[in-house]
């Protein structure tokens, strides 16, 4: 199991290095000139040339690339070009934000789907599992920024739950903090909980039809102890491997969520920052992106050959 590890942290680093690499070449040669874009109307060819020798960006791209690198492994990623201060001192409480978000949406799509998914798929083709698939399908096909607008009109301008609009930052009070965020997490989380739901039924059915099932229950095992005992444990794996997958697209949609409740998060501050080409801040946000990504993937590896042995030995 160690050498497992070992070699899911050297693949982790491996996948970061090459995203950190492609993302500072491609902002090295799409057009734009962050000097330009900070000077604005008071550009000319001899501040712009001033500026870009002060910023670094008159180095050759390896030189650039390395210096970024090594400060990035120290945890130093520059000073922001639009807002001349550190980086990490910037985004450090955005982070805090889209992790909360992103929790709060994993641990609802968990705690809706598995007992849902195990539900439809013991009472296959019932009354609750045709009208759970008709609903799977519409949340399926929800846009996220529609459901967000949805939620905002029911909890917030009918219930009164929260003030649409009124974000209060975990600084200020955590606990409307987590209010607030309640209905961002719920948006975020609904598509994706009918994804593991339909994943989750289908994997016990197929489990289900299997040799070894057909085997224990013809030893006097009824269908729940079959379910629970050993079907369950083998459909479930693929569905946390896909969760950990949908952690990327939560990301993705993470943005369209934050503009709809007004989020301060990283989200926000990425689509800023490319529009004004304050590079560092967006290498940051992205390569934590991926960091995030990379390191949700491997635990979900990881938690995969834990339970099934097979996996290491592949």
């Given at each position: 199991?160690?050498?497992?590890?070992?070699?899911?942290?050297?693949?982790?680093?491996?996948?970061?290095?090459?995203?950190?690499?492609?993302?500072?070449?491609?902002?090295?040669?799409?057009?734009?000139?962050?000097?330009?874009?900070?000077?604005?109307?008071?550009?000319?060819?001899?501040?712009?040339?001033?500026?870009?020798?002060?910023?670094?960006?008159?180095?050759?791209?390896?030189?650039?690339?390395?210096?970024?690198?090594?400060?990035?492994?120290?945890?130093?990623?520059?000073?922001?070009?639009?807002?001349?201060?550190?980086?990490?001192?910037?985004?450090?409480?955005?982070?805090?934000?889209?992790?909360?978000?992103?929790?709060?949406?994993?641990?609802?799509?968990?705690?809706?789907?598995?007992?849902?998914?195990?539900?439809?798929?013991?009472?296959?083709?019932?009354?609750?599992?045709?009208?759970?698939?008709?609903?799977?399908?519409?949340?399926?096909?929800?846009?996220?920024?529609?459901?967000?607008?949805?939620?905002?009109?029911?909890?917030?301008?009918?219930?009164?739950?929260?003030?649409?609009?009124?974000?209060?930052?975990?600084?200020?009070?955590?606990?409307?903090?987590?209010?607030?965020?309640?209905?961002?997490?719920?948006?975020?989380?609904?598509?994706?909980?009918?994804?593991?739901?339909?994943?989750?039924?289908?994997?016990?059915?197929?489990?289900?039809?299997?040799?070894?099932?057909?085997?224990?229950?013809?030893?006097?095992?009824?269908?729940?102890?079959?379910?629970?005992?050993?079907?369950?444990?083998?459909?479930?794996?693929?569905?946390?491997?896909?969760?950990?997958?949908?952690?990327?697209?939560?990301?993705?949609?993470?943005?369209?969520?934050?503009?709809?409740?007004?989020?301060?998060?990283?989200?926000?501050?990425?689509?800023?920052?490319?529009?004004?080409?304050?590079?560092?801040?967006?290498?940051?946000?992205?390569?934590?992106?991926a960091f995030g990504i990379v390191v949700v993937s491997a635990i979900t590896d990881v938690?995969?050959?834990?339970?099934?042995?097979?996996?290491?030995?592949?």
């Amino acid at each position: 199991m160690g050498k497992y590890v070992v070699k899911k942290i050297a693949s982790l680093a491996l996948t970061l290095l090459a995203v950190s690499f492609v993302v500072f070449f491609l902002f090295s040669v799409i057009p734009g000139d962050p000097a330009t874009s900070k000077l604005g109307t008071n550009a000319t060819p001899e501040k712009v040339e001033a500026l870009r020798e002060e910023l670094g960006l008159n180095a050759p791209f390896m030189v650039r690339y390395f210096k970024w690198l090594v400060g990035a492994i120290r945890g130093d990623f520059g000073d922001s070009y639009a807002y001349a201060m550190p980086v990490k001192q910037l985004i450090g409480g955005k982070l805090v934000i889209n992790g909360v978000l992103s929790l709060m949406a994993i641990f609802i799509v968990c705690a809706v789907s598995v007992p849902i998914g195990v539900y439809t798929a013991k009472h296959t083709g019932g009354l609750i599992d045709r009208v759970m698939t008709v609903i799977n399908q519409i949340a399926m096909a929800f846009p996220p920024f529609l459901l967000g607008l949805l939620l905002t009109f029911v909890f917030g301008m009918v219930l009164r739950l929260f003030s649409p609009g009124a974000y209060v930052g975990y600084q200020t009070n955590f606990g409307k903090f987590l209010l607030y965020m309640i209905c961002p997490a719920i948006a975020l989380a609904l598509p994706k909980c009918a994804m593991c739901i339909k994943l989750l039924r289908t994997n016990i059915l197929e489990e289900a039809k299997k040799d070894y099932s057909k085997t224990v229950y013809s030893k006097g095992n009824n269908t729940t102890g079959l379910l629970y005992k050993y079907v369950l444990k083998n459909a479930i794996m693929p569905t946390i491997t896909f969760v950990g997958m949908l952690f990327a697209d939560m990301i993705a949609s993470g943005i369209v969520i934050e503009q709809t409740f007004g989020i301060p998060g990283l989200g926000r501050s990425l689509l800023s920052a490319i529009s004004v080409r304050d590079y560092p801040v967006v290498m940051a946000i992205i390569m934590l992106i991926a960091f995030g990504i990379v390191v949700v993937s491997a635990i979900t590896d990881v938690i995969h050959a834990i339970v099934d042995p097979r996996v290491r030995e592949e």
